[in-house]
């Protein structure tokens, strides 16, 4: 058996403490302790940068059933601060499986517990909001582990992107999967890598998950991954077609470097934002954000899309939204999040950019939005140079 059997500690920076069982790597992390309530996804959400910080609890009761494998990341490494389950499963079930869950975590150095009684912490990061944490298989003392988690640094006000975008510049060339191919039957067939004429899509790497690189690919584009600490000037020098802002961990507001470089480039080219990304262009607009209580994380969030009277399912990982008070006449809400009425969509009046709150390329998730690839894929044909 892969568990170690070890006794594992969680504690909340209000004083709640809750023993555990170990599943992961030995140690203690530090994070704000969040919550996700997908059911299915797990690999997807330890590699996703914007979890850098966090230390994510499962609300489904059964963590790993089908394993772990080298497809399903979404960056070169898990990304999360820890991770909390109420139970790993004893067998990892399905012809793509390369290793157990709790093998994949003690490899990969991330700290994780189970035996919690994770409905329970949710209900009570739900009241509470959400806090900061730790978990620990070597302070087993509530106490002093209590200490070094008030002590220990928050998000809010602290830069989070520097510690996960790349240090330099990439092209990026692989396509979809085959199976999110087979999913999304109407995709078009992936770009063809020898012709140098496609649409140059240049992307503003704040935490970017590898999914959204490959749908852009998928639809006939050249694709360039910039660091998010790039300049406007950088960026143009790329000549692109198309400007991506990536998603990402942590407050927006601190990235002043970022949201002066998209104020610049806001009308140059064609634009789309999704997540941090949203929020970047929303505060490059004259907006502002604020922290969620305890945040939208999961697979199964209804939007409404204002334009088409559709209501889409999707997936979204922020602790951040956008101020409606502060909006701008410049940008125009084009969707809800029908859980609290939170602004989950943009257009700006320039009329080459926008952004949503979610995650369109899924992974995991429902597929309903993957139409906003092909909306910013019209928007940069139609503005290609004569």
Same mark, same amino acid.
């Given at each position: 058996m892969s568990?170690?059997?070890?006794p594992?500690?969680?504690?909340?920076?209000?004083?709640?403490s809750?023993?555990g069982v170990?599943i992961?790597?030995e140690g203690e992390?530090f994070?704000?302790?969040?919550?996700?309530?997908s059911?299915?996804?797990?690999?997807e959400?330890?590699t996703d940068?914007?979890y850098c910080g966090?230390i994510?609890?499962m609300?489904?009761t059964?963590?790993?059933n089908y394993?772990?494998n080298n497809q399903?990341?979404?960056?070169?490494?898990?990304?999360v601060a820890?991770?909390?389950?109420?139970?790993?499963s004893?067998?990892?079930?399905?012809?793509?499986?390369?290793?157990q869950?709790?093998q994949y975590l003690q490899?990969?150095?991330?700290v994780?517990?189970s035996?919690?009684d994770?409905?329970a912490?949710?209900?009570?990061?739900r009241s509470?909001?959400a806090m900061?944490?730790?978990?620990?298989?070597?302070?087993?003392d509530?106490?002093?582990l209590?200490?070094?988690?008030?002590?220990?640094?928050?998000l809010v006000?602290?830069?989070m992107?520097?510690e996960?975008i790349?240090?330099r510049?990439?092209?990026?060339?692989?396509?979809?999967h085959?199976?999110d191919r087979?999913?999304?039957?109407?995709l078009p067939n992936?770009a063809?890598e020898?012709n140098d004429?496609r649409?140059h899509?240049v992307?503003?790497d704040f935490?970017?998950?590898?999914?959204?690189a490959?749908?852009?690919?998928?639809r006939?584009?050249r694709?360039?991954?910039l660091p998010g600490?790039?300049?406007a000037d =950088?960026?143009?020098a790329?000549k692109p077609d198309g400007?991506?802002? $990536?998603? %990402? +961990?942590?407050d927006p507001?601190? #990235?002043?470097?970022a949201?002066g470089?998209?104020r610049k480039?806001?009308?140059q080219r064609?634009?789309?934002?999704?997540?941090?990304?949203?929020?970047l262009?929303s505060?490059a607009?004259g907006?502002?954000?604020?922290?969620l209580?305890?945040?939208h994380?999961?697979?199964?969030?209804?939007v409404?899309?204002?334009e088409?009277?559709?209501v889409?399912i999707?997936s979204q990982?922020h602790?951040?939204a956008?101020?409606?008070?502060?909006?701008?006449?410049?940008?125009?809400?084009t969707h809800?999040?029908?859980n609290?009425?939170?602004i989950?969509?943009?257009?700006?009046?320039c =009329?080459?950019a926008?952004s949503v709150?979610?995650?369109?390329?899924? $992974?995991? %998730? +429902?597929?309903?939005?993957?139409y #906003?690839?092909?909306?910013?894929q019209?928007?940069i044909?139609?503005?290609?140079p004569?």
């Open positions: 568990r170690t059997g070890k594992a500690l969680l504690v909340l920076e209000d004083g709640t809750i023993p170990s992961g790597a992390s994070g704000e302790v969040v919550f996700n309530t059911m299915t996804g797990y690999q959400i330890l940068p914007s966090q994510v609890t609300t489904y059964e963590i790993g394993g772990t399903d990341v979404e960056s070169d490494k898990p990304q820890g991770f909390i389950v109420r139970s790993e004893r067998l990892a079930s399905n012809f793509r499986s390369q290793q869950l709790s490899e990969h150095g991330v994780a517990i035996g919690i994770t409905r912490l949710v209900r009570h990061i509470q909001g900061k944490g730790a978990v620990s298989t070597i302070d087993l509530p106490q002093s209590l200490a070094k988690v008030i002590s220990s640094q928050g006000g602290r830069d992107v520097r996960v790349p240090a510049a990439r092209a990026w060339n692989e396509a979809l085959e199976l087979q999913i999304g039957s109407e992936a063809d020898t004429c649409p899509v992307c503003l935490g970017m998950k590898w999914n959204i490959r749908h852009l690919f998928e006939g584009n694709v360039t991954i600490t790039s300049t =950088e960026v143009m790329q400007i991506f802002l $990536s998603n %990402g +961990p942590g507001e601190p #990235l002043e470097y949201i470089t998209i480039l806001i009308g064609p634009m789309f934002g999704i997540c941090l990304g949203h929020q262009l505060l607009a907006g502002k954000t604020f922290k209580k305890f945040g994380r999961g697979s199964n969030q209804p409404l899309n204002l088409s009277g559709r889409e999707t990982n602790g951040f956008v101020d409606e008070k502060s909006l701008p006449q410049e940008l125009t809400v809800r999040n029908l609290d009425d939170t989950a969509g943009v257009r700006h009046s =009329e080459l926008f709150q979610y995650h369109p390329e899924a $992974s995991a %998730g +429902p597929h309903d939005s993957q #906003l690839f092909d909306q910013f019209r928007l044909v139609k503005h290609l004569a």
